[in-house]
C-alpha cells in the first residue's frame, strides 16, 4: 500500500462519490475516510447479491456486513492473491497463477484447487471454477476423510463399525458432513459410551444386591407399579380409621354423608361405580383393616385385586385377605430398594439396544476405532479448510468489487445501463414502469421513517403460485397520482424475470412533478365541489324521503282527523317586519352591491387594457393560485433521498444519496410509442369536441404578439430604425401639459341655499 494515494471522485446526484477502477483504489481503502463511505453497512439478507458471499464476509454472523468486514475482505484477498487486479476484473473463474504462491495462504489454495481439479479429472487445467469449487459434495463424496472431523458409516472399513455408527446416529442423531452424508463427531461418540456404561452401572447394582433390591425377581416391577396404583387410596383408608378412632364424631363424615348415596342411587349406576371412586376404598371404623375382597369399594375392586395378587400374596401370604396398617407398612418397606434403585435409573437413550448388546459394545474396541477414524479425518482438517478459503476467494473475485460499488460508493445506482443490488425489480402500475423498487419486510415500520425521504412511495403485496408473499416499496418519479389508490392491481417483475402479481396497500403521498403540482390546486376545487354537490343531493334526497314519509303517515291517519279539518282553521295574526331585519337587509343589499361594483370596475380595468396586458393579467392570477403548490413541489422534488428508504430496510446509509428529477424520470418510464411508430388518428368511440379548440392556443398567442406589437409601434419603430430616421415619439398628448397653457378659471361658487345653511 502506497504511502499517499491519490483518489478519483465523481460527482452523482449532488454526492461525491469515491472511484474504485483498480487493485491500487482498493489496497489503499482502509485510509479513505469513512465519511466518504455512502453506506457504513448494510444488510446480509433481502438484497439482489449472492447471500452466501455475503454470509462469507459477514464474519461475526450478525446478519450486518460493516466497514470492519469490507476491510476484512481486502486483507483476506491480499494473503491469497497475487494481485487484486483479478478482484476489479471479476469472473466466475481464477486462474491458478493469480494464486499467490508466495504465502502459506496461497499454497494452501494451490493445492485445494489441484485436489479439486483430480478428483474431477481436471489435473491438467490450469484454471478452477467457482461452480467446480462450490459443488463440495460431488468431490468429498469421493473422499474417505474431509477434515471436518465427522465419520459417516461409509468412512468405517468394517461392517461392525458401520454397525456402531449407524446405533449412534439413530439415538443420538448425526451431524452433516461435508459430503452430505449423516455421521458422528467425538461429542456424539463419547455422550454413546457414556450412556452405555451408566446404564451398565445401574443394572450391576440391582445384580450385586438382588435380594434386596429384587426380593420377587423379574416380577417386583410389577409388585412394585401394583402397589403405586392403589397407594394414594390405602394411605386415605388408613388415615381415615386413625380420625374414626381418635373422635367418633367423625365417623359418619369420614364414611360420606347418606344424601351423596342418594344421588348416586337416584342414577343408572355402571359395574364399576364410577360415581363412587372418590368414595373411600372400605367403611372406615376404628383400627380396621383393609378388606382385599369383600367390601371394597366398586371402584377400586380391579386394582385391589391386581394389588393383592401381584404384591401382597408374594409378600405377605397368599392367605391375606386383608391388610393392617403394620401389613401395609412392612409392604412399602419391601419394595423401598427397588423403588429407590429405579429412581436412580440414568436418563438414557441406549435402553432399546438390549443389555446384552450395551456390554458387548463395551466389552469390544469399537470406541477406540470410532476415535482412530476421527483422528485421521482430523489430520486433513488444513487441507480442506483451504477448500472453503478457496470457495471464498473465488466468490470474492467475482462479487465483491460489486458489491464494493454498492457500498462504499453509488455507482450502479447512478448508472442508467446497471441496477442497484437494493432494487428487485420492476413494477408496472398505471402505465408506467418503476425500477426502484425495495424489498419491505413490515411496511408498517418502514413506512414511519422512508416518508422522510419526501418520494412519492407505493407499498405492495406481490404474490405468485407456489412462492412465498412479499412486499416491496415503489418509487413513482414520474407522471402524477390520480390513478394510483390502495387495492390497484399491477405487475412485478423481479430480477430473475419471474412476474408477480402486485396490490397497492398503502401509499406516502409526496410530489412527483411540477406539472402535477400546477394542477393540484384546481382539482382539489373540483373535488370539493363534487363533494358539497353529493352532498347537498344526499341531503335534499333526504328530505324528499321525509316529506313523502310524512304524507304517507298524514294520509294513513286522514280518517282520525276529518272532524279536525271540518273545523274552520284560525287565522294566523300576521306578523309585522321587524325593522332591525329590515336594517340588516339593507347591510347586505349594500355590500353586494358594493362587491359587484368593485368587480365591475376591476373588470372594467382589465378589459380597458390591451390585450397582451389582459393575458400576462390571467398569467399572473393562475400563478398566484398555482405557484405556492409549484413552488413547494419544486424543493420537495430537490430534497427526494434515497437514504430513509434503505436505512428503513437496515442500511447504515451515511451520504444523502439524492434521487434528481431527471434519474426521477429514467427510474419510472412512462408508456410511449415504439419509433417509428406510425399512429393512427382515427378513434370510432372518441368523445366528439369541437373544432375550434384546436384554434384556441395559436389564435391567442397571434393575438397577444400583435397587441403588443401594436402597443409598442413595433412597425413604425423598425421602419424608422431602418430608413435611419429618428424615432418617433409616441407618448400620448395627453401625458403632458403645455407650460403656456392657462389652466381654466374655476367656476364661481353659487350660494347655498337657505335650506342647505338652516
Known amino acids: 500500500m502506497s504511502k499517499k494515494h491519490t483518489w478519483r471522485f465523481y460527482r452523482a446526484g449532488g454526492l461525491d462519490q469515491v472511484r474504485l477502477d483498480n487493485a491500487d483504489d482498493l489496497l489503499n481503502l482502509p485510509s479513505l475516510d469513512k465519511k466518504l463511505w455512502v453506506a457504513l453497512s448494510c444488510p446480509v439478507k433481502g438484497l439482489e447479491f449472492d447471500e452466501k458471499t455475503l454470509a462469507m464476509i459477514d464474519t461475526d454472523g450478525d446478519g450486518r456486513v460493516r466497514v470492519p468486514e469490507i476491510l ?34 496461497g499454497k494452501a489454495l494451490i493445492a485445494a484447487a489441484r485436489q479439486i481439479l483430480g478428483n474431477l479429472g481436471k489435473a491438467d487445467a490450469t484454471a478452477v471454477t467457482l461452480a467446480e469449487v462450490a459443488d463440495t459434495a460431488t468431490f468429498l463424496k469421493q473422499t474417505k476423510f474431509n477434515g471436518d472431523g465427522i465419520v459417516p458409516a461409509s468412512a468405517a472399513s468394517d461392517d461392525a463399525t458401520k454397525a456402531v455408527i449407524e446405533e449412534i446416529i439413530k439415538t443420538h442423531g448425526g451431524e452433516t458432513d461435508r459430503s452430505g452424508a449423516p455421521g458422528v463427531n467425538t461429542a456424539k461418540v463419547d455422550a454413546f459410551f457414556a450412556e452405555l456404561t451408566a446404564f451398565d452401572a445401574w443394572v450391576k447394582k440391582s445384580e450385586s444386591a438382588a435380594a434386596e433390591i429384587l426380593p420377587l425377581g423379574d416380577k417386583t416391577a410389577a409388585a412394585s407399579a401394583a402397589v403405586k396404583a392403589v397407594k394414594a387410596k390405602v394411605d386415605d383408608f388408613f388415615a381415615r380409621c386413625r380420625l374414626a378412632a381418635f373422635d367418633s364424631r367423625a365417623l359418619t363424615a369420614v364414611n360420606r354423608q347418606e344424601v351423596e348415596y342418594l344421588a348416586i342411587a337416584a342414577k343408572d349406576m355402571t359395574i364399576t361405580a364410577d360415581e363412587v371412586s372418590g368414595f373411600p376404598l372400605a367403611r372406615v371404623e376404628p383400627g380396621k383393616a383393609l378388606p382385599l375382597k369383600d367390601g371394597v369399594n366398586p371402584a377400586w375392586a380391579d386394582k385391589i385385586s391386581a394389588f393383592q395378587a401381584a404384591a401382597v400374596a408374594p409378600l405377605l401370604g397368599a392367605a391375606t385377605t386383608s391388610l393392617t396398617v403394620e401389613q401395609w407398612t412392612s409392604l412399602g418397606a419391601k419394595l423401598a430398594a427397588y423403588d429407590a434403585w429405579v429412581g436412580a435409573k440414568p436418563a438414557t437413550k441406549i435402553e432399546g439396544l438390549g443389555l446384552d448388546r450395551i456390554r458387548a459394545l463395551l466389552a469390544g474396541p469399537t470406541k477406540a476405532t470410532l476415535a482412530e477414524l476421527i483422528t485421521q479425518d482430523k489430520a486433513v482438517e488444513a487441507d480442506f479448510n483451504a477448500i472453503g478459503q478457496l470457495e471464498k476467494t473465488l466468490r470474492l473475485t467475482r462479487d465483491f468489487h460489486r458489491l464494493l460499488l454498492n457500498f462504499v460508493s453509488f455507482k450502479d445506482f447512478y448508472d442508467p445501463d446497471r441496477a442497484a443490488i437494493f432494487q428487485v425489480g420492476t413494477l408496472f402500475l398505471d402505465a408506467r414502469g418503476c425500477d426502484l423498487c425495495v424489498r419491505v419486510e413490515d411496511g408498517g415500520k418502514h413506512a414511519s421513517l422512508a416518508s422522510l425521504s419526501k418520494n412519492y412511495l407505493a407499498y405492495c403485496d406481490l404474490t405468485r403460485k407456489g412462492c412465498e408473499k412479499f412486499q416491496i416499496a415503489a418509487v413513482f418519479g414520474n407522471g402524477d397520482s390520480d390513478n394510483l389508490m390502495v387495492g390497484r392491481n399491477g405487475i412485478f417483475y423481479d430480477r430473475k424475470g419471474q412476474d408477480w402479481d402486485a396490490t397497492i396497500t398503502k401509499i406516502i403521498e409526496n410530489p412527483i412533478s411540477v406539472r402535477q403540482a400546477f394542477w393540484a390546486p384546481y382539482k382539489k376545487l373540483v373535488r370539493l365541489i363534487e363533494e358539497q354537490v353529493a352532498k347537498r343531493a344526499a341531503a335534499a334526497d333526504a328530505e324528499a324521503n321525509d316529506k313523502i314519509a310524512a304524507a304517507a303517515v ?109 434519474l426521477g424520470r429514467d427510474l419510472t418510464k412512462i408508456a410511449e410509442l415504439p419509433e417509428g411508430s406510425i399512429p393512427t388518428m382515427d378513434d370510432k368511440f372518441a368523445e366528439p369536441s369541437p373544432a375550434w379548440i384546436g384554434f384556441v392556443k395559436p389564435v391567442l398567442i397571434i393575438c397577444f404578439l400583435f397587441s403588443l406589437a401594436l402597443d409598442f409601434h413595433v412597425y413604425q419603430r423598425v421602419s424608422a430604425l431602418i430608413k435611419g430616421e429618428k424615432q418617433p415619439d409616441f407618448t400620448p398628448a395627453t401625458a403632458t401639459v403645455p407650460a403656456t397653457t392657462t389652466p381654466p378659471a374655476a367656476p364661481a361658487k353659487a350660494p347655498a341655499a337657505p335650506e342647505a345653511v338652516k
Not at 76 to 96: T, W
Not at 572 to 579: A, G, L, M, N, T
Open 554 to 662: 298524514a294520509t294513513a291517519n286522514a280518517d282520525k282527523h276529518v272532524a279536525a279539518a271540518a273545523k274552520p282553521a284560525e287565522k294566523p295574526e300576521p306578523k309585522k317586519i321587524d325593522v332591525g331585519t329590515v336594517a340588516a337587509l339593507g347591510v347586505a343589499f349594500g355590500a353586494i352591491g358594493t362587491a359587484f361594483a368593485t368587480l365591475g370596475g376591476y373588470l372594467t380595468g382589465v378589459l380597458d387594457r390591451p390585450f397582451w396586458q389582459i393575458c400576462l393579467a390571467v398569467f399572473g392570477l393562475l400563478m398566484l393560485i398555482s405557484g405556492p403548490s409549484m413552488l413547494i413541489a419544486w424543493l420537495k422534488l430537490r430534497q427526494r433521498n434515497l437514504g430513509p428508504i434503505l436505512d428503513a430496510n437496515g442500511w447504515a446509509v451515511n451520504g444523502r444519496v439524492k434521487v434528481p428529477v431527471s
Open 72 to 105: 476484512g475482505a481486502i486483507d483476506f484477498s491480499k494473503a491469497r492473491l497475487k494481485s487484486l487486479d483479478s478482484i476489479v476484473a471479476g469472473g466466475d473463474s481464477l486462474a491458478l497463477t493469480a494464486l499467490n504462491d508466495q504465502t502459506p495462504e
